[in-house]
């Protein structure tokens, strides 16, 4: 048996083989096929070839198909034979398989989370009439996640085509998709006309050329945009040339101006986080955010999110996913021969113990919550005012005084306080505070047995719990 892992995005479908352990070509030397069809002369034209029709053709081109999966007839059919986006969307898998089926004779598909049963049903509906030999399918944010985060709120965040779709991850021994939610018609394709009216503009006002002005010209705008995307990954400003009649025009374009268009869907994201932490009752948690590929190119994300909620960001590798669903089908799949097609939910989140997992708001339930701070055998009680930690601590405060081994320790080095369910540290130091040896970036919710270290070699502290006379 090869296996072939498939990650369905319609911003970029891509596939990964374990003949090659490689991303494989699927639009001729392409590795990813975005969602565009277009009809000409009695044949579908999908994929990348399509989209570069989008803007010479606008009105010829369908890009919705698979983020509205289904089988409702098209509005506004035009010249497609093809009646409803169920039929586009099997044209498209139907090239995507041609190009691939010689490297895997077994599929494991990583889907959208917001994708439901129905559209499961007529994706594999699809697959089947295609003799595609589908084992499984597999929630996208599932099949990218590689590394638990302790003591965290684990978010996987998405752009597809279409919208932009953040996972709540809920983890312990088993990893699973707890909660969703996603913004429609805010994906890809409405920043990247935000963005191109933005370079637009500035060619106006500096040049008084119109790049939008003739559809060739706009169509090269959009065609160049990503490597423009990937400049102001390094570059604060890009210059650009373009060429109109026997006229070069440049401008530049400066990264602020990208972000500002992009503000307004990178705020609504940070509003539905915070949500989602305040449903869960874990507000006070590091937070800790899963980036595809897609998202982690796009200018302003990670500053406005880690400005916003201090987050800690883990870049996914583009094919993380269809690599992932490789390397979690010998464990997720059964053994028995005739297994049919599975549909995961959870995935086994190996390395972590339940103990060091932000796993719910029921977490106290698992283990118990520290309740004293454990130094030079005193026992500081923790409570909703901050327990100071450091070499001046102020008067008339609770805190604790270190002493001794004090090289790195700060005046103000720590603070350790209650904040509703959790037990927060906020990081003052210089030098920093460490974390069963792992230094904290800026706050870190604390789980009992934990070892509170400041300074070098330094100081440790432990996180404990009393028993109530009843308990004894």
């Not at 289904?70 to 898998?93: F, R, S, V, W």
């Not at 021994?173 to 920043?191: H, N, P, R, V, W």
């Not at 790049?211 to 706009?218: I, R």
């Not at 974390?435 to 009992?448: F, N, P, T």
Request: charged share 20%; with cysteine.
């Amino acid at each position: 048996m090869s296996l072939l892992g498939l990650e369905l995005s319609d911003a970029g479908i891509l596939v990964a083989g374990t003949d090659s352990a490689r991303l494989l070509e699927l639009d001729g030397p392409d590795k990813e096929s975005p969602g565009y069809a277009f009809a000409e002369k009695n044949q579908l034209i999908v994929g990348k070839a399509a989209e570069k029709k989008a803007h010479l053709f606008p009105r010829l081109v369908i890009s919705h198909f698979w983020d509205q999966l289904n089988t409702e007839p098209l509005d506004h059919p035009g010249p497609y034979t093809q009646k409803n986006h169920a039929e586009i969307a099997y044209a498209h898998l139907a090239r995507i398989w041609e190009n691939v089926k010689t490297h895997g004779d077994e599929i494991i598909m990583a889907v959208p989370g917001f994708y439901h049963r129905d559209q499961l049903s007529l994706l594999l509906g699809i697959a089947n009439d295609l003799s595609m030999p589908i084992r499984g399918f597999i929630p996208i944010a599932l099949a990218a996640s590689d590394s638990p985060c302790p003591a965290s709120a684990l978010f996987h965040l998405d752009i597809h085509l279409h919208r932009t779709e953040i996972i709540f991850l809920k983890q312990g021994q088993y990893l699973t998709c707890e909660d969703s939610a996603s913004i429609a018609e805010k994906g890809l394709a409405y920043l990247h006309r935000e963005w191109v009216e933005t370079i637009a503009a500035e060619f106006v006002r500096t040049t008084r050329f119109d790049p939008l002005h003739q559809a060739v010209s706009e169509q090269e705008l959009f065609e160049r945009l990503p490597a423009v995307l990937e400049q102001l990954q390094k570059h604060a400003a890009v210059d650009f040339e373009m060429t109109g009649g026997s006229t070069t025009y440049r401008a530049t374009l400066p990264r602020e101006l990208f972000i500002q268009k992009s503000e307004q869907v990178i705020l609504e994201v940070n509003r539905l986080i915070n949500k989602t932490l305040n449903k869960h009752e874990m507000r006070n948690y590091p937070v800790a955010i899963q980036l595809t590929h897609r998202v982690a190119r796009l200018p302003g994300f990670q500053e406005i999110l880690a400005e916003r909620n201090r987050a800690q960001f883990i870049e996914l590798a583009p094919g993380a996913t269809a690599f992932g669903t490789l390397k979690l089908w010998n464990q997720l799949a059964p053994q028995e021969s005739d297994r049919g097609i599975s549909f995961f939910i959870s995935r086994p989140w190996q390395g972590i113990a339940n103990s060091d997992v932000a796993e719910s708001p029921n977490i106290g339930q698992q283990t118990r919550r520290p309740t004293h701070l454990l130094y030079r055998n005193l026992a500081f009680p923790l409570t909703e005012k901050p327990l100071l930690i450091g070499l001046e601590v102020a008067k008339n405060e609770p805190s604790i005084p270190i002493k001794g081994q004090t090289a790195g320790v700060s005046r103000k080095h720590c603070s350790v306080e209650l904040r509703g369910k959790a037990v927060l540290l906020k990081d003052f130091s210089t030098y920093g505070t460490f974390v069963d040896d792992v230094r904290v970036k800026e706050s870190i919710a604390l789980q009992l047995g934990q070892i509170i270290r400041v300074g070098t070699p330094g100081e440790k502290l432990q996180l404990i719990a009393c028993l109530s006379i009843d308990e004894t």
